[in-house]
């Protein structure tokens, strides 16, 4: 008797019963729509896929997806996905985050996620503003920037999301932009490849609260100067046909430059994108490429290999084993000094 073949699944069979309550325009319907199309090209069973979330607009994310997932409690996503990976290696695990409780209350939690390297998925909704709780500033929200808890303007530095996860030593690094759908996807695709825990900051519209703060990006009239789409291997090339500019790096900063159309970027000194690099430095100095100055970059910027955690702790695991045997938890549980209450 021939073996069943599995059914090929579609965008459909991610897609749940929950109706999808964000407000209008939102950038986080654009994501999900994404997500819900990458899912049937990964591969993976839907049993064996589960999305995790705190607490913000993002983590609704669950509701949406018909998989397994967890909506947990603030900031501790990170947390509840290792515990998942961990119990269960062979789990494709997504965790869903905002700005806010990744990088407020779950910011400890979202680093010593990073650094252990599991095999995960972060999505990172960045709209700079706290968007579930009606406009307060955010850790990303601009200096200067007026809300209803910054009245005056916010007078805290914020934090950018690709420096964080290159400072906690994450191995996948990429950015990508709400309304870019065939960028986005592309970006999913290779996070999900990739062995080790994968960082994508997404740059998400809040129309309600901080409407138009990626405009620049998002609006293909001006994307092509705003923005680095990154390549392996490729010049660091900006704008469009007439305006073309590259970025050098001179004296270990980053320097525009105009191309004139019949230009080679690399003879001109252009830096060519390199994504494997093991050092974390170079991907730091994109980091720092912020506009007005500098265009935006988009893309995977870092990507090298390193042990996952799960693979160690199963080699620890099987280590004792072997030294100790399996054990017996009713033996365990019955050693020593023990009583009976009666």
Same mark, same amino acid.
């Given at each position: +008797?021939?073996?069943?073949?599995?059914?090929?699944?579609?965008?459909?069979?991610?897609?749940?019963?929950?109706?999808?309550?964000?407000? #209008?325009?939102?950038?986080?319907?654009?994501?999900?729509?994404?997500?819900?199309?990458?899912?049937?090209?990964?591969?993976?069973?839907?049993?064996?896929?589960?999305?995790?979330?705190?607490?913000?607009?993002?983590?609704?994310?669950?509701?949406?997806?018909?998989?397994?997932?967890?909506?947990?409690?603030?900031?501790?996503?990170?947390?509840?996905?290792?515990?998942?990976?961990?119990?269960?290696?062979?789990?494709?695990?997504?965790?869903?985050?905002? @700005?806010?409780?990744?990088?407020?209350?779950?910011?400890?939690?979202?680093?010593?996620?990073?650094?252990?390297?599991?095999?995960?998925?972060?999505?990172?909704?960045?709209?700079?503003?706290?968007?579930?709780?009606?406009?307060?500033?955010?850790?990303?929200?601009?200096?200067?920037?007026?809300?209803?808890?910054?009245?005056?303007?916010?007078?805290?530095?914020?934090?950018?999301?690709?420096?964080?996860?290159?400072?906690?030593?994450?191995?996948?690094?990429?950015?990508?932009?709400?309304?870019?759908?065939?960028? +986005?996807?592309?970006?999913?695709?290779?996070?999900? @490849?990739?062995?080790?825990?994968?960082?994508?900051?997404?740059?998400?519209?809040?129309?309600?609260?901080?409407?138009?703060?990626?405009?620049?990006? &998002?609006?293909?009239?001006?994307?092509?100067?705003?923005?680095?789409?990154?390549?392996?291997?490729?010049?660091?090339?900006?704008?469009?046909?007439?305006?073309?500019?590259?970025?050098? +790096?001179?004296?270990?900063?980053?320097?525009?430059? $105009?191309?004139?159309?019949?230009?080679?970027?690399?003879?001109?000194?252009?830096?060519?994108?390199?994504?494997?690099?093991?050092?974390?430095?170079?991907?730091?100095?994109?980091?720092?490429?912020?506009? #007005? @100055?500098? #265009?935006?970059?988009?893309?995977?910027?870092? &990507?090298?290999?390193?042990?996952?955690?799960?693979?160690?702790?199963? $080699?620890?695991?099987?280590?004792?084993? @072997?030294?100790?045997?399996?054990?017996?938890?009713?033996?365990?549980?019955?050693?020593?000094?023990?009583?009976?209450?009666?």
């Amino acid at each position: +008797m021939a073996a069943e073949v599995a059914p090929k699944l579609t965008r459909k069979d991610f897609v749940a019963d929950q109706e999808v309550r964000w407000c #209008p325009g939102c950038g986080d319907y654009s994501i999900l729509a994404n997500v819900q199309r990458v899912m049937p090209e990964l591969g993976v069973p839907r049993e064996n896929i589960v999305f995790i979330s705190g607490i913000g607009c993002s983590s609704r994310f669950p509701y949406y997806m018909d998989t397994y997932g967890f909506h947990t409690i603030h900031g501790r996503a990170p947390a509840f996905a290792t515990g998942a990976k961990a119990a269960n290696p062979n789990l494709s695990v997504w965790v869903v985050t905002g @700005d806010g409780d990744g990088l407020s209350i779950g910011g400890n939690h979202l680093l010593h996620t990073i650094r252990r390297n599991l095999d995960i998925q972060i999505l990172l909704f960045n709209n700079q503003v706290y968007g579930l709780t009606k406009g307060q500033y955010s850790p990303t929200s601009a200096l200067g920037m007026r809300s209803k808890s910054s009245p005056q303007g916010s007078i805290d530095h914020p934090v950018d999301p690709i420096s964080y996860a290159l400072g906690c030593g994450a191995t996948f690094v990429a950015r990508t932009i709400d309304v870019d759908a065939k960028h +986005m996807q592309q970006v999913l695709k290779r996070a999900h @490849d990739h062995k080790g825990t994968s960082f994508i900051e997404i740059l998400q519209n809040c129309p309600v609260f901080n409407d138009g703060i990626w405009e620049d990006v &998002e609006d293909r009239k001006t994307r092509a100067k705003n923005t680095l789409v990154l390549e392996h291997g490729e010049p660091l090339v900006f704008g469009s046909e007439g305006e073309r500019k590259g970025i050098l +790096m001179q004296d270990g900063r980053p320097q525009v430059i $105009d191309l004139a159309d019949d230009d080679d970027p690399k003879e001109r000194g252009v830096v060519i994108h390199d994504e494997k690099l093991e050092t974390p430095s170079y991907a730091s100095a994109l980091a720092t490429l912020t506009r #007005p @100055d500098f #265009p935006l970059p988009v893309g995977v910027i870092r &990507e090298v290999e390193k042990t996952c955690y799960e693979e160690l702790l199963e $080699d620890q695991i099987k280590e004792a084993v @072997d030294q100790k045997g399996a054990g017996d938890l009713h033996a365990l549980l019955h050693s020593g000094d023990t009583w009976t209450v009666s």
